[in-house]
């Protein structure tokens, strides 16, 4: 017997949740590829050591860009590897999957998403809103007649929305989110320090000293990285307040993307938000905070999710349970 999976397709990582067993794979989506013969070497956790420090014959590719696929087989090849990985299949079956994506892709982007799971293994293949997906992995109930607000930050795209009755009232998604967060680190380092780090570096400084609330007391980093001007290595030392700065324009986007998804939902809705908040989701939620940013400049309550980062791949396979033991389960073409 086949077992059903919820897949967050995301662009930093792709998280898949199987039936009866939770989140049990969350490796970065990265693929390594020898370019003179075309063949996959390595994928994951392994292709994301190699990325940087590769030969030249040896690419690592990032198959998703802002929450899509810019590069279909890629894509395929590493999602394939992901599923049979895991074993889910059945002698005769193949599991349905659930997969997720960003509320403002394509008809084309959107096809190509649905096709990539169906090529990689999947038998009934569904695909539905991340922001909608990751509200019900953090535990709220969409499906009454009230008002939940969720901004789902990961490695390519924020996804802001307000739900009620199951669905989306009123969303924004931004190309804008951990990625972007990490070019702001290596631009900042070099334009301030003269030293040029590469994207290892900047998601380590993100994860040790990133802040989005200026301190009294700044924590402090050494990084290395090459002189800009003399090409030699050389190390220096960073503080949490100069993280702040930054990563200050890019939080502010997502904010003001914020501001103008609650400007146009009804003032029934808008009073349930005042009273329950906002719940903040994905791998971005964990930058140091972030809760107490968002609540001061919108002025309601903000809480980050329990597991931001599984709530994604967790919500897909909830829903799809849920779908189907409903029997509403609708292919989505």
């Not at 292709?47 to 040896?58: E, K």
């Not at 050389?234 to 609650?262: F, G, P, S």
């Amino acid at each position: 017997m086949a077992r059903d999976i919820g897949i967050d397709l995301g662009t930093a990582n792709v998280l898949i949740y199987v039936q009866g067993k939770g989140v049990v794979l969350n490796e970065p989506s990265v693929v390594a590829v020898d370019t003179k013969t075309d063949k996959v070497l390595a994928v994951g956790s392994e292709a994301y050591r190699m990325v940087g420090r590769t030969p030249s014959n040896i690419r690592a590719i990032r198959p998703l860009k802002d929450g899509v696929i810019s590069d279909f087989d890629v894509t395929q090849e590493m999602l394939t590897y992901f599923i049979n990985k895991l074993n889910v299949k059945g002698f005769m079956s193949k599991p349905s999957i659930m997969i997720c994506a960003p509320t403002n892709i394509t008809e084309i982007e959107r096809k190509a998403i649905m096709q990539a799971a169906e090529q990689s293994g999947g038998g009934k293949v569904y695909l539905e809103y991340e922001p909608k997906v990751a509200a019900i992995g953090a535990g709220l109930d969409i499906f009454k007649p009230s008002g939940n607000m969720v901004i789902d930050m990961g490695g390519g795209t924020s996804d802001i929305a307000i739900l009620s009755l199951g669905d989306i009232v009123s969303s924004q998604s931004l190309r804008v989110a951990g990625d972007r967060m990490n070019t702001d680190i290596v631009n900042y380092i070099k334009g301030k320090h003269n030293l040029v780090i590469g994207e290892h570096s900047a998601e380590n400084i993100k994860m040790e000293v990133g802040t989005a609330l200026k301190v009294d007391d700044p924590k402090k980093m050494e990084v290395r990285g090459r002189d800009a001007v003399s090409g030699m290595p050389r190390a220096i030392e960073i503080d949490e307040n100069e993280i702040e700065k930054a990563l200050h324009d890019t939080l502010q986007q997502i904010i003001t993307a914020t501001m103008n998804v609650l400007e146009t939902v009804p003032p029934e809705l808008a009073s349930d938000i005042i009273d329950r908040g906002v719940m903040l989701t994905g791998g971005t939620s964990l930058l140091n905070g972030i809760d107490q940013l968002f609540s001061e400049q919108l002025k309601v309550p903000v809480v980050v999710s329990e597991d931001p980062l599984d709530n994604v791949a967790k919500g897909a396979g909830e829903l799809l349970e849920r779908m189907q033991t409903s029997g509403k389960g609708k292919k989505r073409k």
